[in-house]
């Protein structure tokens, strides 16, 4: 057996924090896990590691939120076009978060997390009427794929759009689960495209999806005890000043 250092063992036991930890908020609030994960850990490592680590418990986790949903299929009837426009962007995109340029992918990220926080806080909610939905699927599922080849966080703009529906709150859930799992899928074929996605390092992604299970599971207890929107928040404004670090390394 080869012996683990002092520096592994801190470094595993930051990443099942950090997992169990965006399972918490899951289990809460019903996203934010790639969020949360890719925030904390883009401030240690390359985004395109994190990206990679996240690819396994995000899958896992989005598919559970998926299948437990209601009526799957009527979704991705009206939704197919919203997910094409995520495959086709992040495919196109996701060079930018594999070039090497960790300064300008940080940033980006610090970016995208700092307006998904302040646009949840601060916007009011939208309403697509069904005639726009026709292209404005498409075109916030491209803007999603965008961002997510670009910077690993797939909330921006697809979650505020889904928002925008008028679906019934078991069905909202349903489509975030359908999006975030499409934008994983997404995200492992752009980052394996480009040369970043080792299927043979599969088994680190395949470790964490444990402590993030653990902590839906437990975000989910919790949601049970405490107030949702206190929480949610509380997480907005964590992730604000987080999002806004990362992004001021882009003026450093």
Same mark, same amino acid.
């Given at each position: 057996m080869w012996p683990i250092s002092d520096t592994d063992t801190l470094f595993w036991s930051l990443l099942i924090l950090t997992f169990f930890v965006a399972g918490l908020v899951k289990g809460v609030t019903g996203m934010g896990l790639p969020t949360v994960a890719m925030g904390v850990l883009g401030a240690i490592m390359p985004p395109v590691a994190a990206a990679a680590l996240l690819v396994v418990p995000s899958f896992v986790t989005n598919v559970w939120q998926l299948v437990t949903g209601p009526d799957v299929r009527s979704l991705m009837r009206r939704l197919w076009p919203m997910m094409l426009g995520i495959v086709a962007g992040?495919? =196109?995109?996701?060079? =930018?978060?594999?070039?090497?340029?960790?300064?300008? *992918? *940080? $940033? $980006?990220?610090g970016f995208a997390l700092l307006a998904y926080a302040l646009y949840t806080l601060f916007a009011k909610q939208i309403c697509v009427p069904p005639r726009l939905e026709l292209w404005l699927s498409p075109l916030s599922g491209m803007t999603t !794929?965008?961002?997510? !080849?670009?910077?690993?966080? +797939?909330?921006?703009? $697809?979650?505020?759009y889904l928002q925008a529906l008028g679906l019934s709150r078991d069905d909202l859930i349903q489509a975030l689960g359908l999006s975030f799992t499409v934008s994983t899928i997404a995200l492992?074929? !752009?980052?394996?495209?480009?040369? $970043? +996605?080792?299927?043979?390092?599969l088994w680190q992604s395949a470790l964490l999806?444990?402590?993030?299970?653990? !902590?839906m599971v437990a975000g989910t207890w919790l949601r049970q005890r405490i107030s949702p929107a206190l929480f949610r928040k509380g997480f907005l404004v964590c992730l604000a000043l987080l999002g806004a670090e990362l992004a001021s390394r882009a003026f450093r």
């Open positions: 992040t495919l =196109l995109s996701a060079s =930018l978060l594999t070039r090497g340029d960790t300064h300008l *992918t *940080t $940033a $980006a990220l !794929g965008v961002i997510t !080849g670009g910077t690993g966080v +797939f909330v921006i703009p $697809a979650v505020p492992a074929a !752009g980052l394996a495209l480009h040369g $970043a +996605f080792n299927v043979g390092n999806v444990v402590p993030a299970l653990m !902590g």
